[in-house]
């Protein structure tokens, strides 16, 4: 049973999330927090596995509340997944610098949000189609010249992969969404999911972000 703390100043979305999470037969929402002192207090009284945590809260807002919770070793095995409205380079680079394991927008598909904590409990990390984007941009801007060793490592991985995950993998990296990727190469989402899961077991990926710095250091994509 995955054990969650939800986070959010706004009683009708932690409503909401509640239902949408105890829909789910392995997972419990043992806690609500109104704001991030509450998540931080929650987490350590539950014993929480999951703390799915709002940005902009009063007082202490969700990135203080993680960088408490990645400071207390007490809390070493909580896992922290943004969910919010601002999916910004700027917030994704300060939650996950202050150690969040995923961000999704509140934007977000129930299942896509399921999923994510799934992800994120089982020690995975999980970013938004959006927040990928981001990874992208700063992937290009901080490209080295020539390529390495981790270069060659990762094209060997990639090269376990069929014509069709490598194609895939490809348009994972460009950003798009499974449901983008499926209209593009006229696949059902559910095929897409497929192919994705397959490709992240072939190279050892967890994440969707892992698999963006795969494809780039294998080249799949320009660095430019």
């Known amino acids: 049973m995955i054990r969650v703390v939800v986070a959010d100043d706004q009683a009708l979305i932690r409503a909401g999330l509640r239902g949408i999470l105890e829909g789910e037969a ?14 931080v207090e929650a987490a350590r009284r539950t014993g929480a596995d999951v ?4 940005l902009r809260m009063p007082g202490v807002d969700g990135i203080d509340a993680t960088r408490l919770i990645r400071a207390d070793a007490a809390l070493a095995h909580v896992r922290v997944l943004v969910l919010t409205t601002f999916e910004t380079d700027d917030y994704v680079d300060r939650a996950l610098t202050a150690g969040a394991d995923g961000f999704l927008g509140k934007g977000a598909e129930p299942r896509e949000l399921v999923d994510a904590v799934r992800v994120v409990a089982q020690g995975g990390s999980s970013l938004s189609s959006r927040a990928a984007r ?37 348009r994972v990296a460009s950003g798009a969404s499974n449901e983008e990727i499926a209209a ?4 059902s989402p559910l095929t897409v999911k497929t192919h994705v899961n397959r490709a992240m077991t072939k190279v050892g990926a967890h994440d969707r972000a892992q698999l963006v710095v795969l494809a780039y250091e294998a080249g799949l994509l320009p660095l430019q």
Do not use: H, K, Q
């Not at 981790?150 to 060997?156: I, V």
């Open 184 to 187: 593009a190469l006229v696949l």
């Open 51 to 54: 703390v799915l945590m709002d």
């Open 134 to 170: 981001g990874l992208i941009d700063r992937l290009r801007a901080s490209a080295p010249p020539s390529r390495g060793a981790d270069d060659t490592a990762a094209r060997a991985l990639v090269a376990r992969l069929t014509d069709r995950e490598r194609d895939v993998l490809r």
């Open 26 to 39: 392995d997972v419990e929402v043992v806690a609500e927090a109104a704001d991030g002192r509450e998540a």
